[in-house]
């Protein structure tokens, strides 16, 4: 499939070490996948599942220990320690190259080496990359080809060059102990041992998309980010994007396929979705900031997708779609999973494999499909998929937008006061523990843009590179807000509608970025005017929405005290540009 030399010099080392019986390339044809669905469903591997109802449609199940991501395994393999930073895992490359050769040697016998050359990004965009991953499993095959574009088409985009990055993923026998999923930023090279589940193995995404890519990003003069990508068009039928960052479990995919409220969508607001988990961003030739969404499916949570919920995520996953770890309906062989809707099959399969009454079973206090279930659905099944999905520039991004779930303290939207002042607000970004889960409650746990567990260098040096990204893009940069879906009542209600209704802070928010309305200047940045958020159709006061914009200066007082603390680990990586909104603030806030 390919004369490029670096990448057959890298497959015959790669070949010598696992020992494979057989290696097969994908090439993207449809007869070749199909012929490995039929090979995993006749291993058992897969499950065909029924094909009037979930036509393409396939179950599968990992291992009970390898169910999700495994952040303490994670590594970040760069030649100094310091390059890894503080809020990495981090290991020598060549210990690591070491121990990650032991346990993948020899671990094909038997086995098939399947290559997967794939394109992150439109197939030939300026903004894409390209990598090959070697994997014993069909069905990480089968998933890289919905989350990514594979096949020759990649190897001729490719050609000779070398920038292209190198994963190897060996199942072995799925031990917890050696497990370990490692990247090495100054090799553009990943090595994941002993899982199959996708986080760890699906190499196009959380390893290459974000960590990876985020150090090549850096030296690159770009940003790889974990960011949503949506356009809101509005009813003359122009079309503005925002890309926001929140952590895992807060929210991007719903807020990347969200319905408008009906009032929106009577006078013609639409919302499309370019992307729900990673976005890459480049200055374009006009100056301006453009996004991809570098894949080409959605790896999203089951539990608790719904017709209600989120129904364009939902009716993404009826075709084409593998399912993850979710429970099986054995009546007529479909899917289940909680909140699916209120009728669990009687007849049903729970995630581990098990023959379960659903109802009695989820009565016990069980859970039939697994809370880290997951479906892995084309981006083409998604009904409000953008017309520029495919467009290799991108888009333009007029907003930036960052959040996490605080009960208390932050409010519904403001707008930083400035892209620097907008870098310090990305960098505090977190989620507030409450009394619902274990542990202290209030304490803030920061996740700086969202990339905590994605940030493949020195954090520090991330958020210097966030600054220079700033001076490159200068008035041409997009506008920086934060949000808050998360403030809950004394009840621990949520106080917000959220879902469809944050398209009402949205608009808000592009009526900024276009300077038609105005804000009210506190310590913290701007905030909206009660009255310039339309609650046209809502059944919430105009008091209830005072009180979440409120920003009250005793608890930013608190805030910057956990800030400082916060910083202390980045030492004198901390740019000083960061030392001095965090001072801005403290004086604002206590003046
Ligand atoms: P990853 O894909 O893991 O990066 O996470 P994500 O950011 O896409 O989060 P996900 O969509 O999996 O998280 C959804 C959770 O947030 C669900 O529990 C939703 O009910 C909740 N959620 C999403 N939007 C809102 C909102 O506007 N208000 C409230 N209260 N909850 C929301
Ligand atoms: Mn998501
Ligand atoms: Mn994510």
Redesign the pocket.
């Known amino acids: 499939m390919t004369n490029n030399k670096t990448i057959l010099a890298w497959i015959d080392e790669m070949k010598a070490l696992v020992n494979p019986d057989q290696i097969v390339w994908i090439d993207g044809s449809e007869e070749q996948l199909e012929a490995l669905r039929k090979e995993a469903c006749e291993s058992g591997e897969m499950i065909k599942l029924n094909q009037e109802k979930l036509p393409g449609c396939y179950y599968h199940r990992t291992a009970p220990n390898d169910v999700a991501r495994v952040e303490d395994r994670t590594l970040i393999c760069s030649r100094k320690e310091e390059d890894a930073g503080p809020t990495n895992h981090w290991k020598d490359p060549q210990e690591a190259y070491k121990m990650l050769y032991d346990i993948a040697r020899g671990s094909y016998k038997g086995r098939t080496m399947y290559v997967i050359p794939y394109s992150m990004g439109p197939v030939g965009s300026p903004l894409a990359k390209i990598g090959v991953e070697l994997t014993d499993s069909i069905y990480v095959v089968l998933n890289m080809s919905i989350m990514t574009r594979v096949g020759q088409k990649v190897m001729d985009v490719l050609g000779d060059s070398n920038d292209w990055v190198r994963g190897l993923h060996c199942k072995c026998d799925v031990d917890p102990e050696k497990r370990w999923i490692c990247q090495f930023p100054e090799d553009n090279t990943i090595i994941s041992v002993n899982s199959a589940y996708g986080g760890n193995v699906l190499l196009g995404k959380k390893c290459f998309a974000l960590r990876i890519a985020s150090y090549q990003a850096k030296n690159e003069g770009w940003m790889a980010e974990?960011m949503?990508i949506l356009g809101v068009e509005n009813p003359k039928g122009e079309v503005k994007y925002v890309c926001a960052a929140?952590?895992?479990?807060?929210?991007?995919?719903?807020?990347?396929m969200m319905i408008p409220p009906e009032g929106y969508k009577a006078k013609g607001y639409k919302v499309w979705t370019v992307g729900?988990?990673i976005a890459w961003m480049r200055k374009g030739e006009d100056g301006r900031l453009y996004a991809i969404n570098p894949e080409n499916g959605f790896?999203?949570?089951a539990p608790?997708t719904n017709m209600k919920?989120?129904p364009n995520a939902l009716i993404s996953t009826q075709k084409g779609t593998i399912f993850t770890n979710v429970a099986r309906n054995l009546d007529d062989n479909t899917v289940w999973w909680e909140s699916l809707d209120k009728n669990p099959p009687v007849n049903a399969e729970e995630w581990k494999g098990a023959k379960v009454n659903g109802p009695e079973y989820i009565a016990e206090g069980n859970k039939l499909a697994h809370p880290n279930s997951r479906f892995t659905a084309p981006t083409a099944n998604c009904p409000c998929l953008s017309s520029e999905f495919e467009n290799p520039k991108g888009v333009p991004v007029s907003a930036i937008i960052f959040g996490g779930r605080r009960p208390d303290t932050v409010p519904l939207v403001y707008q930083s006061r400035s892209w620097n002042n907008g870098v310090f607000i990305g960098s505090i970004t977190g989620s507030e523990t409450t009394a619902a889960a274990a542990g202290a409650v209030g304490v803030v746990r920061r996740d700086p843009m969202?990339m905590l567990p994605f940030c493949g260098y020195h954090m520090g040096d991330y958020f210097k590179h966030w600054i220079e990204m700033g001076e490159v893009l200068g008035d041409k940069a997009p506008k920086i807000f934060n949000v808050n879906?998360?403030r809950v009542d004394e009840d621990g209600h949520?106080i917000?509608?959220?879902?469809g209704?944050?398209l009402r802070v949205l608009e808000w928010i592009l009526k900024r970025c276009d300077g038609e309305v105005d804000a009210v200047e506190t310590a913290i940045g701007y905030v909206p005017k009660a009255e310039d958020i339309n609650l046209e159709g809502l059944d919430f006061s105009v008091e209830t929405l005072k009180s979440i914009l409120a920003v009250d200066n005793a608890k930013w007082a608190k805030e910057a005290t956990g800030v400082e603390e916060f910083y202390k680990k980045f030492g004198d990586k901390l740019p000083a540009e960061l030392r001095a909104e965090l001072e801005g603030l403290k004086s604002r806030v206590n003046a």
Do not use: E, I, R, Y
């Open positions: 974990h949503l929140f952590p895992s479990a807060c929210g991007k995919t719903n807020l990347a729900d988990d790896f999203g949570v608790g919920s989120n969202a879906w998360f949520f917000w509608p959220g879902f209704d944050n």
